[in-house]
Each structure stands twice: as structure tokens, then as C-alpha cells.
């Protein structure tokens, strides 16, 4: 049974920073795709970043602007989302996601495995 439970969320500054963790199970890390999304209040899930291919290079939504990094560790099969420089409007809930193939877009449509979920506050 895939699992996956995020962990790591809550109240921030503005212009602090967050890592969030997301630890799976179910599965081995190495051969899946994995992504980080977000839904912020009133708006649509949108792709953060994702990791989908056998090197393990991220792809990174364009309005990341290297203020939001994707990271895994396979030997402790987790994923992680580290947040810098964070603004009120990165507030919402944050979604990791998995799917069994590589080379996924970094789209929600394209990802079978989701977790339930944290929220990230972003204080003015």
C-alpha cells in the first residue's frame, strides 16, 4: 500500500524559511516520481517542483525563481521541500505527490499519489 504523510508545516515570517518533509512508504523512492504542490486560498493546485527522472535533476515551476528547492533522500525514502525567503502569498495547504513512472510532467494530472496534505502560514 502506497503511503505517503507530509510532515513539517505551520507558521513562518515573512522572509523566513520551511523545509517540509514527505516520507513514503510503499514504494522505493529511486524508481518513482515525486512532486511538491500547492493550493492557496481561493486558487488552484499548482506544481511547485518535481523530481522525475533517473539522475534526480528537479523541475521547478517557473515562478519558483530558486526561492523553493525539491530534494530526496532515498536511504530514508523522503522527500523534502525546502522554502526560503517566503512571502504571505506562499501561504496555503502543500500537497507531496508520487507516481510510478520517471519522466512525469510536473503536473498534478500526471501524478496517482497524494498525500493529505499540510498547511504553511506565511505572516506578514
Known amino acids: 500500500q502506497v503511503q505517503l504523510v507530509e510532515s513539517g508545516g505551520g507558521l513562518v515570517q515573512s522572509g523566513g524559511s520551511l523545509t517540509v518533509s514527505c516520507k513514503i512508504s510503499?514504494?522505493?523512492?529511486?524508481?518513482?516520481?515525486v512532486g511538491w504542490f500547492r493550493r492557496a486560498p481561493g486558487n488552484d493546485r499548482e506544481a511547485i517542483a518535481c523530481?522525475?527522472?533517473?539522475?534526480?535533476?528537479?523541475e521547478n515551476a517557473d515562478w519558483v525563481n530558486g526561492r523553493f528547492t525539491i530534494s530526496k533522500d532515498a536511504s530514508k525514502n523522503t522527500a523534502f521541500l525546502t522554502m526560503n525567503n517566503m512571502k504571505p502569498e506562499d501561504t496555503g495547504d502543500y500537497f507531496c505527490?508520487?507516481?510510478?513512472?520517471?519522466?512525469?510532467?510536473?503536473?498534478?494530472?500526471?501524478?496517482?499519489?497524494w498525500g493529505q496534505g499540510i498547511r504553511v502560514t506565511v505572516s506578514a
Open positions: 505527490a508520487a507516481d510510478d513512472l520517471l519522466l512525469r510532467p510536473c503536473e498534478a494530472k500526471f501524478y496517482d499519489y
Open positions: 510503499g514504494f522505493r523512492l529511486d524508481y518513482y516520481s
Open positions: 523530481i522525475s527522472s533517473s539522475d534526480g535533476s528537479p
